[in-house]
T-cell receptor, first 111, second 115 residues
Framework: GQNIDQPTEMTATEGAIVQINCTYQTSGFNGLFWYQQHAGEAPTFLSYNVLDGLEEKGRFSSFLSRSKGYSYLLLKELQMKDSASYLCAVSGLFRDDKIIFGKGTRLHILP | NAGVMQNPRHLVRRRGQEARLRCSPMKGHSHVYWYRQLPEEGLKFMVYLQKENIIDESGMPKERFSAEFPKEGPSILRIQQVVRGDSAAYFC?????????????FGPGTRLTVT
């Protein structure tokens, strides 16, 4: 079966760093996506990891360990606008290149 | 270059009526995906279509729900005889093709409310 786990909610302070973890157990694996979704809006693409290691893109970095079935999204220098849900999603050798989404982590930023 | 378009953005239906949700993919994209999102929950895959072809409908309820993506025009998600439990946000996404990095671009969603 397919299972993607991430914390339901997290809280962090403006200017700080936060790490959002994601573990997955899927029947196939090609790569892992992170999407950001503000309340009432569509998800927007943040990152895609296919190889082990850290990929940095500005204030956001994403890490993947394929052997451990584990990823994290690291957000630095948090801003109030980073308050959103962060969705971990796996693309795999499923039928037809489907992407499976986790339930998302709601991140609250405090001033 | 317009993004993924969905309409209507908000739809209110009474129990038993039909709901039709439309999705126009990004220019150049031939793959369309429909997802449902309940409040406080993640995105649940429903169906994956290419032009005139349903590729994977494993996430679609067996009854009352159907989807199409005709040769011309938008993709349509149709819900017949709606019930209160159908109230949700329905997102459409499109991608240019298959392959490992099958990045999907999402539309703004249609929020369906069944009264």
């Amino acid at each position: 079966g397919q299972n993607i786990d991430q914390p339901t909610e997290m809280t962090a302070t403006e200017g700080a760093i936060v790490q959002i973890n994601c573990t997955y157990q899927t029947s196939g694996f090609n790569g892992l996506f992170w999407y950001q979704q503000h309340a009432g809006e569509a998800p927007t693409f943040l990152s895609y990891n296919v190889l082990d290691g850290l990929e940095e893109k500005g204030r956001f970095s994403s890490f993947l360990s394929r052997s451990k079935g584990y990823s994290y999204l690291l957000l630095k220098e948090l801003q109030m606008k980073d308050s959103a849900s962060y969705l971990c999603a796996v693309s795999g050798l499923f039928r037809d290149d489907k992407i499976i989404f986790g339930k998302g982590t709601r991140l609250h930023i405090l001033p | 270059n317009a993004g993924v378009m969905q309409n209507p953005r908000h739809l209110v239906r009474r129990r038993g009526q039909e709901a039709r949700l439309r999705c126009s993919p990004m220019k150049g994209h031939s793959h369309v995906y429909w997802y449902r999102q309940l409040p406080e929950e993640g995105l649940k895959f429903m169906v994956y279509l290419q032009k005139e072809n349903i590729i994977d409908e494993s996430g679609m309820p067996k009854e009352r729900f159907s989807a199409e993506f005709p040769k011309e025009g938008p993709s349509i998600l149709r819900i017949q005889q709606v019930v209160r439990g159908d109230s949700a946000a329905y997102f459409c996404a499109s991608s240019p093709g298959t392959g490992p990095r099958n990045e999907q671009y999402f539309g703004p969603g249609t929020r369906l409310t069944v009264t």
